[in-house]
């Protein structure tokens, strides 16, 4: 009897040692995943890891469009309330002048202050530095950049045409990188996941985009200029880019932890591809 009970002791405790073995299983990924949400929300709550769109997204989170304006993508201004976001036959881009250089004029708002221009103006020259792109204060000419400091971060796409308004809001938009991107939508480019190659690169998560953002991860029939796909880009929208629950809305593939994105200013492949864009090395 004394026996019976102990092997019956032995079988039980075996018995709860199995069952509690595919629970530990199945509740270890649940960790996993909780821990993995909790530190990708702590990465967007992380100043240093915040892209320049993520910035942007932050300061126009609550941006209502100038009358006649519709902003879409996150910051692309568009007079057009429904056309797709393009530049058909790159007849937006600014004119190349004689000497090789592509001349961008602006005026910058008195409301600045000289920490806000020299911010800016590193903005610009991290776009000249690389390119034959100049940015130059206005005189006569017919179609600028109206620099202001509206409410948002904001550019239309290319040149307009006459006086065209390109707002950085003072403080929240005052970093070069977000400046940088700003002018390179002003130059012409979308966001880089808008690309029509992204989705061999990324995998857009819709289940965690806020369901009235979801036309902000439309793809665009972009000219990828022969250019790899750039994840540093500072074109790029950031992990997180307008999640729901605080989960990805966009994973590198095949390798998801490629950072993407960044804040520091236009990236040697963004570079690149204004040089190819504006056929800057035609005169050399
Ligand atoms: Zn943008």
């Known amino acids: 009897m004394c026996s ?3 092997f019956l002791g032995i079988f ?3 018995l709860s040692q199995v069952y509690t073995l595919p629970l530990k299983n199945t509740t270890e990924p649940n960790e996993g995943k909780m821990r993995m949400k909790r530190k990708y929300s702590d990465e967007i709550k992380d100043w240093d890891e915040m892209t320049a769109m993520d910035q942007i997204l932050v300061v126009n989170s609550r941006l ?5 304006i519709t902003v879409r993508d996150g910051d692309i201004a568009s007079t057009f309330p429904r056309s797709a976001i393009s530049c058909p036959g790159n007849t937006c881009l600014w004119q190349k002048s004689v000497d090789g250089f592509v001349y961008v004029p602006y005026i910058m708002s008195p409301l600045y ?3 806000d221009r020299i911010t800016i103006e590193t903005g610009m020259q991290d776009i000249s530095a690389g390119t ?7 005189t006569h000419e017919v179609s600028f950049l109206d620099i202001q400091p509206r409410y948002g971060c904001w ?3 290319g040149q307009t045409g006459g006086s065209q308004t390109l707002s950085l809001q003072t403080p929240g938009c005052m970093w070069s990188g977000v400046a940088a991107h700003e002018f390179m939508h002003a130059l012409g480019f979308v966001h880089e996941q808008s690309r029509s190659d992204r989705d061999h690169y990324v995998t857009i998560v819709w289940k965690n985009i806020m369901p009235d953002q979801i036309h902000n991860f439309r793809k665009q029939a972009t000219n990828n200029l022969n250019s790899p796909y750039d994840y540093s880009s500072v074109m790029h929208y950031g992990r997180y880019a307008f999640s729901d629950d605080g989960g990805p809305t966009i994973i590198p593939r095949p390798d998801p932890y490629i950072p993407i994105g960044q804040r520091d200013g236009p990236s040697a492949l ?3 591809k204004i040089n190819v864009l504006y056929d800057c090395g035609a005169n050399e």
């Open 64 to 68: 209502r469009a100038p009358r006649g």
């Open 4 to 6: 019976t009970m102990i």
């Open 155 to 157: 550019s239309f796409l």
């Open 270 to 272: 963004d570079l690149h």
């Open 12 to 14: 039980v405790a075996v």
């Open 113 to 115: 202050d000289d920490m």
């Open 132 to 138: 034959c792109i100049k940015f130059v204060p206005r």
